[in-house]
């Protein structure tokens, strides 16, 4: 990567997993924050845009599919999920990208850096 260092939001209601997450973006050199749920994330968005969004499918208080319709298209989201199914595919179609849980490391940077490509 060359210039700014990739900006990543991370939305998931598991702590572990953010976690895990976050420090493996720091790793690849791309900075990280993290969101344990859809209405924190909607609130940081109104204070600055990240270039990718990594999203889980299934929270409690605001889905991930509901989230991705309320992004804007300049955003690209990779979707992340421990229940995958046919219809979560269709409906997480917005996402560049769609991961299933356990996710691996390689896989999710892979994601990230084809979902910002110009």
Known sequence: ???????????????????ALARLLRSAGMEAATYASGMELLTALERSMPDCVVLDLHMPDISGF?????????????????????????????????????????????????AVAP
Do not use: W
């Open 1 to 19: 990567m060359s210039g700014s260092p990739l900006r990543v939001a991370i939305v998931d209601d598991e702590e572990s997993v953010r976690r």
């Open 66 to 114: 509901e989230i991705m319709e309320l992004l804007p298209p300049e955003c690209p989201a990779v979707a992340i999920t421990g229940h995958d199914s046919l219809d979560a595919q269709v409906r997480a179609s917005r996402a560049v990208a769609f991961l299933r849980k356990p996710i691996g490391d390689r896989e999710l940077l892979d994601a990230i850096l084809a």
